[in-house]
């Protein structure tokens, strides 16, 4: 049944993880059916189909649910193993570095982007989540030299893994420059990332689905914290 079937994808136009598959469906030329969920009344498909986390993303291939963004983007990779490219690298060592590296995306660019957008309650708080940021933005510009051998992407000559998990937080970055006024990935700092970015925003995969209107993310923001201190949603 691999490839076989439609595609549903449950997610959110702001969604750092939704946007990573977004990406990865985009790069295979997979026609799927965008399905915007409303996170303050999350609809009855969303909580059948995770009931467990009850988060988007979820892709349903021929209505069978698959949770998490990166087992998400690892299940598209093996369920079309005939529609390149392939998102993770064919030789087992290389696959699990690009494993680690959006791992850790996920671990420390996640929590500094919390940090910086919806935990920071002070000034300084604020300032702690921006250099964690720094730190973690600055060990990626070491792996991007590394994992890409001299080439313009992490996957090498072509978006990978760790392109697409980093990618998705793009869209936070411009919001994030017009609430501090300071990039996160600046060219000064970290200049093969600087490079990166261009190139990536400008990929067929990401054009049309990474948002760019800093305003309007802005105001989403606001409604997640509402949900927020609400509790229903976790921030
Ligand atoms: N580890 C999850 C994270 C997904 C996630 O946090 N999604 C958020 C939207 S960005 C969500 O659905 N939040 C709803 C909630 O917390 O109830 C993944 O990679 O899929």
């Avoid at 986390?53 to 979820?58: E, I, L, R």
């Avoid at 000559?157 to 994030?176: K, N, P, S």
């Avoid at 990474?210 to 305003?215: R, T």
Wanted: a negative charge; glycine letters at 8%.
């Amino acid at each position: 049944m691999a490839g076989d079937g439609e595609l549903k994808l449950l997610g959110m136009w702001t969604s750092a993880f939704v946007l990573r598959v977004r990406f990865v469906l985009n790069l295979k030329s997979l026609p799927y059916e965008f399905v915007e969920e409303n996170l303050g009344d999350k609809s009855d498909l969303l909580l059948a189909s995770n009931p467990v986390n009850k988060t988007v993303p979820v892709l349903l291939h021929a209505g069978r649910p698959v949770n998490e963004s990166q087992v998400i983007l690892q299940y598209i990779d093996e369920a079309w193993p005939d529609r390149p490219p392939a998102v993770l690298p064919s030789d087992p060592y290389e696959r699990a570095v690009a494993r680690f590296w959006a791992a850790y995306v996920d671990d420390k660019v996640r929590l500094a982007w919390l940090g910086i957008l919806f935990r920071s309650e002070t000034e300084e708080e604020r300032a702690a989540a921006v250099a964690q940021a720094d730190a973690a933005l600055e060990t990626l510009e070491g792996a991007l030299r590394e994992c890409s051998g001299g080439k313009p992407f992490f996957g090498g000559d072509g978006v990978g893994l760790v392109d697409v998990v980093l990618g998705g937080y793009l869209g936070w970055f411009t919001a994030i420059k017009k609430l501090i006024g300071r990039r996160m990935i600046d060219p000064a700092r970290t200049p093969a990332l600087a490079a990166w970015e261009d190139l990536f925003r400008a990929t067929d995969a990401a054009r049309g689905v990474l948002p760019d209107d800093a305003d309007k993310m802005l105001e989403f923001r606001q409604t997640a914290l509402a949900l927020g201190a609400s509790k229903k949603i976790t921030l």
